[in-house]
Each structure stands twice: as structure tokens, then as C-alpha cells.
């Protein structure tokens, strides 16, 4: 069983104007795929608060992975892939890759998705995007590999 952690990154959800339906729908699909959630919390749309929560994540409650949705198109307060590359020690560029590309067979739209992963110590982070369609689409994508990359992260057997 793997540790997780749900950010959803949002300025309408975070003052309660808009339920998270997004965080929601990964936390239904982690608790499927038998993960351990550790916690969850909403944000607004403010780089130093993500990357706090990132790096709190990471470093104090060691989670083995964290998935955030929300912040990652093209809009002017979009920063959580800026935020995520600031903390995170190794890019995991074929995470976001293996995302957009399934994604782009059901709405071309996925092209403009600009989330990123990334290790910090032994944590994987996981931009996913912030519409619950999208943040569902793309975590079904990776969901079955991921824990061959974590068990890799954490030393284990794989």
C-alpha cells in the first residue's frame, strides 16, 4: 500500500464558490486501487502555497506520492507546473507525456494540459489537470504503472 496525498489547487474551490469535483473523482480512484490517503487539502491558486504544501508533503509527512489538480493551463493564475518544478529534484517527464498522449485520442484539447512530475526526495508529485473529466482521464492512464515506478523510489523489489 502506497501513501497519498490529493492537492486540489483552485482560488473558487478554496473560498468554497465551486465544489472539487476533480479531487474528488482521485480520491474515488485511489481508494479502488487500494492507496492510502494520508491527506487531502484545497489551495488557491498561489505558487508559494503550493509549493509550501508540496515540500510539507514531501519532507514531513513522506508521502510516497502526491497528485494535484487544478492550475495547469493556460489562464493567468495557472502555476501549479512552475510551483512543482521549483521543489522537485528530478523531472519524470514521461508521466505528463504518457497523460497528454492518451488523452489526445479521446479531446485534442489535452494538448494544452501543461502538468509535469517530478521526485522530491522519495516523493513523486503529479500535476493532474483540474477539470474532473481530465483529472480522471489522465490518472486512468498512469494509474497501473505507477507502482512499479514507487516500488523503484522506494528501494523495494520490482
Known amino acids: ?43 488557491p491558486d498561489e505558487p508559494d502555497m503550493i509549493k509550501e504544501k508540496l515540500i510539507h508533503y514531501s519532507d514531513n509527512l513522506k508521502l510516497d506520492v502526491v497528485f494535484t489538480t487544478g492550475g495547469t493551463g493556460l489562464g493567468p493564475r495557472d502555476s501549479t507546473p512552475e510551483a512543482t518544478l521549483e ?13 497528454r498522449v492518451s488523452c489526445l485520442h479521446i479531446t485534442k484539447r489535452a494538448m494544452l494540459s501543461r502538468g509535469v512530475a517530478g521526485l522530491r526526495e522519495n516523493t513523486l508529485i503529479i500535476n493532474l489537470p483540474g477539470s474532473s473529466k481530465g483529472a480522471k482521464e489522465s490518472l486512468e492512464a498512469i494509474i497501473e504503472e505507477l507502482p512499479h515506478g514507487l516500488d523503484m523510489i522506494l528501494g523495494r523489489e520490482h
Open 87 to 99: 521543489i522537485v529534484h528530478k523531472q519524470v517527464p514521461g508521466i505528463s507525456e504518457a497523460m
Open 1 to 43: 500500500m502506497y501513501k497519498a496525498g490529493v492537492l486540489t489547487i483552485s482560488d473558487k474551490c478554496s473560498k468554497g464558490e465551486r465544489e472539487d469535483k476533480s479531487g474528488k473523482i482521485i480520491l474515488e480512484i485511489l481508494k479502488s486501487k487500494n492507496y492510502e490517503l494520508a491527506i487531502y487539502e484545497i489551495v
